[in-house]
């Protein structure tokens, strides 16, 4: 009983760190049983995307309740007992240019939506805050390259927090004392992105091992992570709250266990945060512009 309640304490010294700001922040970003469609959109990618899969929902139902009634008004009207004596011709040229050109009009419809949605989401404007991750085998590193420090990030219950990828009474305790419920266990992570509300963030996204992909889906974005390369994303959150992701690229055993969680403060909360970051992880302070320039 000492044992555990020491080992609480030592839990709770390791997950007290300066990255845990939480405090009143509402868990947005989250799947949750039984429910159907998006996460609750949070950025203004995430509502376009969203709105490009609600208006490309109505077009494939039209096509298919379209096909569906030329299928059974063939199965009814020409099948062997009521015509008996099919007609032989072999071609319709107004059919033929209808069924070529409306297919056309209908891709184009659908692209002149989609691409500029898909141009939104890949040209990468200038970001305010510029962050780093780095796809591990089995968590992810992040780096705030403003403020040369970097951190990793590891599931709540995953071997490097103690646990061993299974819900056991310490996991629950540790995420509740991080400020998370049993319900996010796989999702819950000991450091996290925190990031403050209205700002252009833009991550660079690699991978250090294999093929891995990060993701949130309540922003919007996924990207690989791939060996060797640099990608891109951005996102500019504007509600406060957490946010859940999980890798989405398989990359080995323990793929499921390497969730990511993103914060989104209010700007003095990410001052704050920032501030104690860069000291936990011995960055680059952030008046240092002011101090090289003198
Ligand atoms: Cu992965």
Known sequence: MRLTSSLMAAMTAFLALPAMAQEGLEIVGKPVDGKMGFQPAATELARDLQWLDGMINVIIIAIVIFVTALLVIVMIRYNRKT????????????????WTIIPIVI???????????????????????????????????????????????????????GGDN?????VEAQLIEAGYSKDEFLLATDTSVVVPVGKTVVMT?????????????????????????????????????????????????AHAYMPITVKV??????????????????????????AQAD
């Open 83 to 98: 015509n008996a004596t099919p007609a032989s011709f072999t071609h319709n040229s107004p059919i033929e240019i209808a």
């Open 205 to 253: 996204v690699t991978g250090a091992d294999v093929i891995h992909s990060w993701t949130i889906p309540a922003f919007g974005v996924k990207q690989d992570a791939v060996p060797g390369r640099l990608a891109q994303l951005w996102f500019n959150a504007e509600k406060e709250g957490v946010y859940f992701g999980q890798c989405s690229e398989l990359c080995g055993q």
């Open 166 to 170: 299974r819900m056991t009474p310490e």
């Open 107 to 161: 891709l184009v419809f659908i692209g002149a939506f989609s691409l500029p949605v898909l141009f939104k989401q890949q040209e990468i404007p200038e970001g305010e805050i510029n962050i780093k991750v780095t796809g591990y085998q089995w968590y992810w590193g992040y780096e705030y390259t403003d403020h040369d420090f970097a951190f990793d990030s590891y599931m709540i219950g995953a071997p490097a927090t």
């Open 265 to 290: 403060v209010s700007e003095e909360a990410y001052a704050e945060w920032l501030d104690g970051a860069i000291e936990e992880y011995a960055g680059t302070p952030r008046s240092v512009d002011v």
